[in-house]
């Protein structure tokens, strides 16, 4: 998977099948190495995501104290999932990540890059 928000912003997924991508904020910005899948439409059984924003879902939610498509819980593994990939990065290491804990398992290193310093006198 390819994803740049650099010059035009976009994503691209390849498999051994060929590609599909989208550009972000373009109406007609899908497209794919095959022309087919341009024109799939969903089935009954298949899964059918809402054509909203997450931003005009919590909007939306907000105002109408519905929940929003996405739960908090995913919200917060998919931030975390983000965060445990720059650590790796970072320390340059196999991390293994409980997620009870919400810690790694056996890196001191990579622990103490969970939560910077707070100024005083913030604390949590």
């Given amino acids: 998977m390819i994803y740049t928000n650099a010059g035009r912003p976009f994503v691209r997924v390849e498999g051994t099948g060929g590609w599909i ?4 904020f373009k109406e007609d910005g899908l497209i794919a190495s095959n022309e087919e899948w341009l024109s799939w439409k969903p089935g009954p059984n298949d899964v059918q995501f ?3 924003s997450e931003k005009q879902d919590f909007v939306n939610c907000i105002k109408s104290r519905k929940e929003t498509m996405i739960p908090a819980e995913i919200g917060h593994r998919t931030a975390s999932m983000c965060q445990i990939g720059h650590i790796a990065i970072q ?17 001191d290193e990579a622990n103490k890059l969970l939560a910077r310093p707070q100024r005083g006198p913030w604390r949590v």
């Fill in 50 to 52: 809402p054509l909203i």
């Fill in 21 to 24: 991508e989208h550009t972000w």
């Fill in 91 to 107: 320390t340059g290491a196999k991390l293994k990540w409980n997620p009870e804990t919400e810690h790694f398992m056996g890196n």
